[in-house]
């Protein structure tokens, strides 16, 4: 919702009842300027009436500043958009096992784990910036996995819940669930997606695409990654695989210290299945990437973003409300209010 406070016609309304309100604050000083405004001799005690007398004017400055706002025209525009065409459907499947805790895709000298630099890219995949437009009219969802497969949104247009829970993406504490089911994750996503053949979203989905990113090689799971990858293919759906993490065979990984409890940074074995990746992205008629560091891995998101284009048209409203009478009438309601009370326990004040 875009908010305009006020109707460009009416807003001379406030400097001009800016002006009588000090004219009249300063009116009100000269002429009381010599006046013992209590009451009540110094020293002696102020009773209820004399502590609050501010009150009735209080209201009055306040009814004052309402009537003012209402005449100035403010008004609420609430912007609705509608997007109508053919767009894709594209599953985000995201590694989260134990080995996405190294810290050697981070190009800045702040530690990063992979995971934290891989949620990034993503989330400027889904939104857009100035390397990627962003999936506007696409529908997205996220599969993760570890040990274990597990859908974390299902197919949606609703990027801004996509990209929230992209960035809640965290590493199993959990040592058992730290492996890397590279087959169920696939599997998973395909599932999702050929279930969206039944639903009528899908009349306005031309084709499916999986982007799979891992830095292991599957040891967990079911289903082969080959297994996946066929049926994958006989749905025809496209897979896009990421193999990230530096060529090392070693990465640093923080570690337990399990006598001190304390965290160190440990070079830990790391190996990365590139022969899959590729058989998994040819049998589908995807393609393979290799991320060493963190520009790598945006300009891989940048290429698919740029290969995965539709067509589709964004259709625009506005709808405007008038929030001047309302205000006005707030402040009729506040000014009558005060020149009650004032008259009913202040009429010294009122007057």
């Known amino acids: 919702m875009r908010q305009e406070l006020f109707d460009g016609l009416h807003v001379w309304w406030l400097p001009v009842g800016l002006l009588i309100a000090l004219s009249s604050a300063w ?6 300027q010599h006046t013992n405004w209590s009451g009540v001799p110094t020293g002696l005690p102020r009773s209820w009436r004399q502590r609050t007398r501010w009150v009735p004017r209080s209201l009055g400055w306040l009814a004052l500043i309402l009537l003012l706002f209402g005449l100035a025209g403010p008004r609420g525009v609430r912007e609705h958009r509608e997007v109508t065409g053919e ?5 985000l499947c995201v590694d989260r096992s134990g080995s996405m805790l190294a810290l050697d895709l981070a190009d800045s000298v702040i530690r990063r784990s992979r995971l934290d630099v891989v949620k990034d890219v993503v989330d400027r995949f889904i939104r857009g910036d100035a390397t990627m437009a962003g999936r506007q009219g696409d529908l997205l969802s996220v599969v993760q996995f570890g040990t274990h497969a597990d859908e974390v949104t299902p197919p949606t247009f609703d990027h ?3 990209a929230e829970a992209v960035a809640g993406l965290e590493v199993s504490p959990l040592e058992s ?12 996503a395909v599932e999702r997606l050929d279930a969206l053949r039944a639903q009528d979203v899908n009349q306005t989905i031309v084709d499916q695409i999986i982007i799979l990113l891992t830095d292991g090689e599957s040891n967990a799971g079911v289903l082969s990654p080959l297994e996946a990858a066929e049926l994958a293919r006989a749905l025809g759906v496209r897979v896009y695989t990421i193999g990230a993490g530096t060529a ?3 990465a640093p990984i923080p570690t337990t210290d399990p006598f001190t409890g304390r965290q160190r940074i440990q070079n830990m074995p790391v190996s990365l299945d ?11 008629g995807g393609q393979a990437f290799r991320a060493t560091d963190q520009n790598s891995l ?21 709808e405007v409300r008038d929030d001047g009478p309302l205000v006005l009438g707030l402040g009729l309601m506040v000014g009558v209010f005060a020149r009650l009370l004032g008259a009913l326990f202040w009429p010294e004040v009122a007057s």
């Open 27 to 32: 009116w009100s000083s000269r002429r009381h």
């Open 87 to 91: 767009g894709l459907a594209i599953t």
């Open 160 to 162: 801004e819940y996509v």
């Open 177 to 188: 669930e730290r492996a890397t089911a590279i087959g169920d994750a696939l599997g998973l």
């Open 248 to 250: 090392s065979a070693t």
């Open 274 to 284: 590139m022969k899959t990746l590729k058989a998994i992205a040819e049998q589908t």
């Open 298 to 318: 945006v300009e891989i998101y940048a290429e698919i973003d740029a290969l995965e284009r539709t067509e589709y048209q964004e259709t625009r409203w506005e």
